[in-house]
């Protein structure tokens, strides 16, 4: 959202802290796995002294109602520290396992395994093969070098990543909440959002603040935000969900319930900060495998991220950058992945496991909740904007400012989100290859993929959309004998119908899904198709043919199926009261080629085509060097269409010379002629409804 | 092996040129122009002016003086024909002189370069055409027809004089920096118009492989004419678009009658001829150069066009 960008400013936040810590870090030990504890360490520590200073709004458990009431006090220091949203993603986390379980979940998810669940629920896998220590020499000069650079990186980051997360965390959030309704399902949905945002924020944050700020960095930030985002989820579309549900007296109760939990919670989360975080990343060398694995879905699902750069000294900052991801981040998000509610469809992402459901959902999600709004029951949208606007109000825009960022950033959200989604993709990609088919047409379109007839292997690649579902589900195309077209060179005449030649491009389809074992059919188009403005254009790029002898041989050279239409532009203009009767077939030189060629005839009947774009009159069209423009609808009708194969004719026992002698020509095109007309007589008495079929 | 070239400062001879100087076979080049190509050390310059009455005694003198192994008749205009009369008597009547003298001659092999714009751009067309397919030009435009015009003559040539290897090299339109002919003038804008709803399908040449198709043609053991065009065909519109400028769309009669009004005032930069080639297809078939010349082009037309921008930026 653009709060990640406008509303923080990262330098301040950001900067000020690093370069202490950069002094700090600079001295440590070299080694990486010997790196990895003293820092990770450092932020356990400082997560402690973080809720500390926060008023003990965790530990305390009789101020429980603390952290709700303080939550702007809370928020600012947030903005002040960097460290203490990371303290309280621990907290959140703590809470979530519960507290018995706190420590159990720190062991399961040693960092060996830690990512592993992300990708494969049930088993650790062989992903989490311990990786060996890898020095960090690199990563800490390059550390200490640059520190302007590493803020500007890191401020960068930041934005992406928090780009990434807000992405994230509305898919996650959009998906939970598919399956519920309520009145105030859009506001529940936006709280739900901002708060899983502002986690998955803090998650990065205190990943930045123990990274090195380096490029490759950004790529970990972006996924632990994504993860975090993506895990956070349920547990925050429940917990508002579940604010919401309950009244202001019963509120009451809740949090006195939460305050017994937290007080649970206290023992082992003391425990937990102070000893697991430090001790876990020795115990266990982290992954590096599967690391990359998730970071590189991450990335994919993220168009926020991808535009990190790539440095140079990759490699080993990356790795640095993974470790302490595993220190900090990643444990958090997949603790709490396990306690999720179904989170995500995204095949790549882990389904949760019910089974590792180990928290009732109402004691799921405690602290987390006190974050976006204390007076969350007469949730108006502004009151919603000054929820999220709070934690952030370490930026001077409050107020009028404030809320129109907020709505800005909901709106580009929910764009994004529109974008995101599957079914409105297909369709961007249709209007898409729509708009280069006008492009083309147009006679703009440019295209670089065209073989020597012209056609567009782009265009028709852009268009697929569009014509699997006009085969599919607009004219519902059903074929019937196509197993009798020969391989290699055959000559397959169809009848020709409508006013707009649709039926050659249908052809070449059909052909292309039934018979993908035959080479690319193309098809042959009279001049008066061919030479009109835009649509012959048109056709050309999608495979059209000017019909001439020359082309044909060329073609059927190339042992293609070539489809012909003999009735040429005579056919495709027949009124509709004479649809399906076939007219003259020209001069027979399709049987010509036959003869010349040895291709076989293969009669077709198409029914269906008549209908699509009947032809209701004619306007002279002479000005545009047509002959006539024809009359129809205006767009494609949706008749059934049904595309019938008939016994191929071969030219066995035929010498070419044949094609010279006119009687034999007439006679081939005569019973040509005979066997598609019966054919369509069949399917016309077997229609029983032009529309339905 | 002694060479000699007429129009060696023209586009084909820059192409051709440097290709003869760095053949350890060819011992000297024999420059038949009215100035000396700069920069090379295997030429012998005679200076010949082929639009003069006495052209064709001075290259009958100098050719059977120095006797030649080949004979390039690359003397051809590309530039914007500011005089037609002087275009017409070069590309015409000096082509006429060299034939004739090399018919006295009896040089062993000639090659003159011509253009697959002479098949014209028509509607019946076939998709590809061959050698073999009747020259129509462009009804409209001296630059087309003179070429066509020339093929003629070097065809009649032929026929008389089977002693003489003769290949026409039909080039498809040159791309490249250092050329200038009508296309890359046309490209070189930033703006392009196109006929509106027609896009019809082009082929160019990189200049890289225009020069060695014309230095293939010193050896090939063939005779006749082979289409040399680059890999692969684009659409006029993406032709524009690979060499950096925009396709502009304009409908056909409006486009018609602009062009001639500016052609009227003077103005006229755009030849009108070249609304056929932006109206139908014109693509030849380089199957016979690949086969028989052993030429295969290297670059696709889409490289030849982004040459083009490169060069202009």
Known sequence: MTKGVLGNDPFQRGAAPRTGEVKDAAPDPKAAKKAAAPKSGKGAKSAGKAKSAKGGAPKSGPRAKAPKGGKGAEAKQAAATPKTPAARVHMFEARTNGSGNAKHEQDVHAPGEEISPLREPSPPGPASEPRPSRPQVLADEVRGSRPQERKVDRALTEAIASDAAEAAAKTAVDELFEGRRGPDRDIERVLATELVAELAESAVRQVLDDGNGSAPEREVATAVATQVAEATAGVAVDEVLDRHAISPEERALTSAEDTDLDADDEATDEVWTANAWQRDPKDVPPPEEPEEVWTADAWSRDPGGTSAPEGPEEEDDFESGVERVEENGVSISVSIIEGAAPTDVEPEVELPDESHDELPPSRRPLSLVSDPGEAPLEETPERDERGYDRPEESAPPAGFAGRAVGMLSLAKEIAGQALASDGLGRAMGAMHGLMEAVRTSLGTGGGSRLDDYGKDAGLVENLQPVLDFLYEQYWRVSVEGVDQVPRGAAILVANHSGALPYDGLVMSQALQRERPDLLEARWLVEDQVFHAPMLGTLFNRLGAVRASPENALRLLDEHRPLVVFPEGYQGASKPFAERYRLKRFGRGGFVKLALRTGAPIVPVAIVGAEETSPLLGRIPGGFLGFPSLPLTAPGPLPAKWTIRFGEPLTMEGLAPEAADDLGEVQRLTERTRESIQSMLQALLRERRSVFAG | ?313
Request: charged share 20%; net charge neutral; proline share 7%.
């Open chain 2, 1 to 313: 092996m002694r060479i000699a070239v007429t129009g060696a400062n023209g586009d084909y001879g820059k192409l051709l040129l440097p290709r003869l100087e760095a053949d350890p076979g060819v011992e000297s080049i024999l420059v038949l122009d009215t100035k000396e190509p700069q920069g090379t050390r295997k030429v012998e310059f005679h200076r010949v002016d082929l639009t003069r009455y006495d052209a064709e005694a001075e290259l009958t003198d100098a050719l059977t003086e120095r006797p030649v192994d080949a004979l390039f008749h690359l003397a051809f205009l590309f530039g914007p024909i500011l005089n037609g009369p002087l275009a017409h008597e070069l590309e015409v009547i000096g082509t006429m002189n060299v034939l004739t003298a090399v018919g006295r001659a009896r040089l062993p092999r000639l090659v003159v370069p011509s253009l697959t714009v002479t098949y014209g751009a028509r509607g019946n067309n076939p998709a590809l055409l061959r050698e073999s397919s009747p020259l129509f030009g462009c009804p409209h435009s001296r630059f087309v027809n003179d070429k066509v015009e020339v093929e003629g003559q070097v065809r009649a040539f032929r026929e008389r004089h089977p002693d003489t290897r003769t290949l026409v090299l039909r080039f498809a339109p040159l791309l490249g920096k250092s050329l200038d002919n009508p296309v890359t003038r046309l490209l070189s804008h930033s703006v392009v118009p196109t006929l509106l709803g027609f896009d019809p399908l082009w082929q160019a040449v990189h200049e890289e492989d225009a020069g060695r198709a014309l230095h293939l043609a010193l050896r090939a053991d063939v005779a006749g004419e082979f289409n040399i065009v680059g890999r692969g065909v684009l659409p006029w519109s993406g032709l524009i678009r690979q060499a950096g400028a925009q396709p502009l769309p304009l409908p056909g009669p409006l486009f018609r009658g602009a062009l001639r009004a500016l052609g009227v005032v003077g103005a006229g930069t755009l030849p009108v001829a070249l609304l056929d080639y932006m109206h139908y297809s014109w693509v030849a078939d380089g199957e016979r150069a690949e086969s028989a010349l052993g030429f295969v082009p290297v670059h696709h037309v889409r490289d030849a066009a982004s040459a083009l921008r490169r060069s202009q930026s």
